[in-house]
């Protein structure tokens, strides 16, 4: 049986280990901007979410991304919640 191997990511929120296209990746560019990277292709350090603004409420409460990016103003998480509530809405489904 030929299985290919797929790779896994944690998610900061819930802890939860996903195939890694099943989940968002947040990533922190050299300018320190911290964004939503749903193709998981841009530059800088990366964390990984579901696409769930709960695991981002959750990842908010335990502080998960602040270990990972350092301070992270209110204002970003509101954005973080924004395109993640866009990212988990299903393809054809946008207006
Ligand atoms: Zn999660």
Known sequence: MVQKKIPMRQCVG?????????????????????????????????????PDPACLAKAQKKKALERAFGAIPPEVYESL???????????????
């Open 14 to 50: 819930c802890g939860a280990s996903r195939p890694k296209k099943e989940l968002v990746r947040v990533v922190k560019n050299a300018a320190g901007d911290i964004s939503l990277d749903p193709a998981g292709k841009k530059p800088g350090r990366g964390a990984y979410l579901c």
């Open 81 to 95: 919640q924004t395109q993640l509530a866009q990212a988990a809405r299903p393809e054809g489904t946008k207006e």
